[in-house]
């Protein structure tokens, strides 16, 4: 069995990083692509995702954590394919509302004008994508990059309930 040098899954991490970033502003971009001034909603989305950084980063810079930030922008570049499916899905929902006659008269003016409104909706489907996402997929992504690019002794001890690293 052929060992991997611990040096060549670090120069694996940053590569592995640096293509996760570069998948999420890619998804990022063509999330928004439709809107005329993205600009606000691609800083607060990746505003969003420095936070989640931020929060990995928490217990320091050892090689745990940074592949813990990887699996993080691996999460929110898969949290955008499912925000933008959500959209899609929630577009075409409130065409299909808007044209059922009567409906201004039942959600009321203010409603009926924000259901035609393309803009609404890019924020909570953004948070629901990345949420899902996050739920279903993040513990799995993290337990295999971690295993996979840190060599067993340089793995600090896990809480058994939430497996972030415990300062013993």
């Known amino acids: 069995m052929m060992v991997i040098a611990q040096r060549t899954r670090d120069a694996v991490s940053v590569?592995?990083?640096a293509v996760a970033l570069g998948a999420f502003i890619h998804n990022?971009?063509?999330y928004v692509e439709n809107?005329?001034?993205?600009g606000v909603l691609i800083l607060a989305f990746s505003l969003s995702?420095?936070?989640a950084l931020f929060y990995d980063i928490k217990d320091g810079l050892g090689r745990?954590?940074?592949v813990r930030a990887m699996a993080t922008v691996v999460t929110f570049a898969l949290g955008l394919v499912a925000a933008h499916w959500l959209h899609d899905l929630y577009s075409q929902m409130m065409l299909d509302i808007a044209q059922i006659p009567g409906s201004e008269e039942v959600?009321?003016?203010d409603y009926f004008h924000a259901i035609k409104n393309r803009v609404v909706g890019y924020g909570a489907c953004f948070g629901a994508g990345v949420a899902i996402t996050r739920v279903i997929t993040h513990k799995t992504?993290?337990?295999l990059l971690v295993k996979g690019l840190v060599r067993p002794e340089h793995r600090p001890t896990l809480c058994?309930?939430?497996q972030q690293p415990v300062n013993v």
């Open 160 to 162: 058994p309930c939430c």
């Open 141 to 143: 992504i993290v337990a």
């Open 35 to 38: 809107l005329q001034r993205p």
């Open 107 to 109: 959600f009321g003016a």
């Open 28 to 30: 990022l971009y063509g």
């Open 15 to 17: 590569v592995g990083s």
């Open 64 to 66: 745990v954590s940074l």
């Open 49 to 51: 995702l420095v936070i």
